[in-house]
């Protein structure tokens, strides 16, 4: 069968979500239940918290998401689910739930990486184009990561030390911004000016790595100098400064990884894809006219979720993979 309806699961992190996917290309439901407000609190995600959440939403989660799609288990073909990397006590949730459906309904259970998840959300939108790069830029990632083909994954570039949604939720909590911080980075830097010269890390000149500590600590050092001598600090100026320069560097690696592997598409996903000023940025630097096509979901599936697993679950439905009941959630998962 080449276009399995598959429920995908997904809780690796603060959302809780399923999906119904069809051939990996049609979605038939998505329902993200999101813990933001409740994290809010905490000003960041708190693990133990996050769990909890998830046991309490998952079962209404995959209810909503079966009637909207108007199925029963008799109607799907197999069960996937996000195995890592995430939370571990967050990936326990879905990983034992998809299990308990599996065996109940007697379907294969297909274990999906989160990072193929966020790429494949570009099937979702357009038909992706081999060899292709992708730019996964999330809270817990930025990598760069060559696909020769479809199916295989190979991560040319990462970063050392922050993700870049880390350094935007930690500038952000610095100017007392709520969590999650990108967004509200976002708003603020549509209305400031570039005026302070925040540090780029380019690294080597042949690496495709990545480095935000040095900015991120630049960028408190800046705000915590600037109440130290009672000046005035424009919130809107430091965020369109600091976005400037994580902007500037994703766009560089993108372009210098894009030419050197000769790749037909440059797919940009993972919650800080819904960056207006990167999208922007991105959009100049491959206008679509050109030899190299730009995709970048919608924010919807940018952000964790649940469709894209589906989506990545063709891939692992088509390689013939598959989970026994002793599959497990692997918090440090390689791709
Ligand atoms: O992909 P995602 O939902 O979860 C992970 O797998 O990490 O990404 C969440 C990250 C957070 O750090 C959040 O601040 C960031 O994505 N983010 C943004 C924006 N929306 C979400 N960063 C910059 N600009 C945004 N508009
Ligand atoms: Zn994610």
């Given at each position: 069968?080449?276009?399995?309806?598959?429920?995908?699961?997904?809780?690796?992190?603060?959302?809780?979500?399923?999906?119904?996917?069809?051939?990996?290309?049609?979605?038939?439901?998505?329902?993200?239940?999101?813990?933001?407000?409740i994290h809010k609190r905490f000003g960041g995600v708190v693990p133990e918290v996050a769990s909890r959440h998830h046991v309490e939403n998952m079962t209404a989660v995959?209810?909503?998401?079966?009637?909207?799609?108007?199925?029963?288990?008799?109607?799907?073909?197999?069960?996937?689910?996000?195995?890592?990397?995430?939370?571990?006590?967050?990936?326990?949730?879905?990983?034992?739930?998809?299990?308990?459906?599996?065996?109940?309904?007697?379907r294969p259970l297909l274990p999906v990486h989160h990072i193929a998840g966020h790429i494949h959300a570009a099937d979702l939108?357009?038909?992706i184009k081999y060899p292709a790069m992708a730019l996964v830029v999330s809270g817990g990632h930025t990598s760069l990561i060559y696909m020769p083909e479809r199916g295989e994954y190979e991560v040319i570039g990462e970063t050392r030390d922050d993700a870049v949604g880390e350094a935007y939720d930690k500038v952000a909590r610095t100017l007392k911004l709520p969590y999650p911080g990108g967004p509200e980075i976002d708003r603020l830097a549509a209305n400031g000016e570039v005026t302070i010269d925040f540090p780029r890390a380019w690294l080597e000149a042949d690496s495709y790595d990545f480095s935000f500590s040095g900015l991120k600590s630049s960028v408190l050092n800046y705000i915590h100098n600037a109440n130290q001598r009672k000046e005035e600090v424009i919130q809107e100026n430091v965020a369109a400064s600091f976005q400037a320069s994580v902007v500037d560097v994703l766009v560089e690696r993108a372009q210098r990884a894009?030419?050197?592997?000769?790749?037909?598409?440059?797919?940009?996903?993972?919650?800080?894809?819904?960056?207006?000023?990167?999208?922007?940025?991105?959009?100049?630097?491959?206008?679509?006219?050109?030899?190299?096509?730009?995709?970048?979901?919608?924010?919807?599936?940018?952000?964790?979720?649940?469709?894209?697993?589906?989506?990545?679950?063709?891939?692992?439905?088509?390689?013939?993979?598959r989970a026994g009941y002793d599959l497990n959630g692997q918090p440090g998962l390689a791709i």
């Open positions: 069968m080449s276009n399995p309806r598959i429920l995908a699961i997904e809780t690796s992190c603060d959302e809780t979500a399923a999906a119904i996917v069809e051939g990996g290309k049609t979605l038939l439901s998505n329902v993200v239940a999101s813990q933001i407000e995959i209810e909503e998401t079966m009637s909207s799609a108007h199925v029963t288990y008799e109607d799907l073909d197999a069960i996937a689910v996000t195995e890592g990397p995430g939370l571990v006590g967050a990936l326990l949730v879905g990983v034992n739930t998809a299990k308990a459906l599996a065996y109940a309904h007697q939108i357009a038909d894009v030419s050197a592997y000769q790749a037909q598409q440059l797919i940009v996903t993972g919650g800080v894809a819904a960056n207006h000023a990167l999208r922007e940025a991105m959009g100049k630097t491959f206008p679509n006219d050109g030899d190299v096509e730009l995709v970048i979901p919608p924010l919807s599936l940018c952000t964790d979720n649940a469709a894209m697993i589906g989506a990545a679950a063709q891939v692992v439905w088509e390689k013939d993979v």
